[in-house]
């Protein structure tokens, strides 16, 4: 009796947590020749705008399917992203992770296996995406920059980076 009442109890508190393992949502990875990756999720909520900015900077469409949930390196953070094996068969080891909220507000996150998983909590908009995707991709270069990425920021802008290193960690909040 005591071994069915076990059963049922870790029955019961298991399935919340395997609920939230096996996510509905879609990502989308694109991919530049560098093999940085930028991975959108959910896939449904990505934006004519935000796609096509992401192939005038040179990424393309690599792969979609089913995110997973995952943590960085140092097991500090974690969020939803393409699963490891998808990583692995790119060869991409930095990479950038937006999470959209609707054409207005997204979430961005750097993974790095040196920092980790960085996750700003601020939400950002395009324009935020547009000034700070190249300035990551420059950090990711270090002193190898092969090819620069630059972008002219518009009049309205805000400041946030998605780098971890402090010098880089300038985030202001959304404007109206």
């Known amino acids: ?47 004519k705008d935000l796609e096509s900015y992401l192939f005038s900077i040179s990424f393309e469409s690599a792969e979609s399917g089913k995110a997973v949930m995952r943590r960085g390196t140092k097991n500090e953070n974690a ?26 507000s997204m979430l961005v996150g750097v993974y790095d296996p040196e920092w980790g998983l960085t996750l700003p909590s601020a939400i950002v908009e395009m324009e935020t995406i547009k000034q700070n995707i190249p300035k990551t991709l420059n950090v990711f270069r270090g002193q190898n920059r092969q090819r620069q990425t630059h972008f002219k920021p518009s009049k309205r802008t805000s400041n946030a980076n998605f780098s971890s290193r402090l010098e880089y960690n300038i985030i202001s909040t959304r404007q109206n």
């Not at 699963?83 to 207005?104: C, G, N, T, W, Y």
């Open 1 to 47: 009796m005591k071994s069915v009442f076990a059963i049922l109890l870790f029955t019961l508190l298991g399935l919340p947590f395997s609920a939230l393992a096996d996510s509905e949502y879609e990502y989308q990875l694109y991919k530049n020749y560098e093999n940085y990756g930028i991975v959108v999720f959910p896939k449904k909520n990505i934006f």
């Open 79 to 104: 969020t939803y992203m393409m699963p490891l094996e998808a990583q692995k068969r790119h060869s991409i080891e930095k990479f950038i992770v937006i999470q959209v909220i609707d054409s207005m």
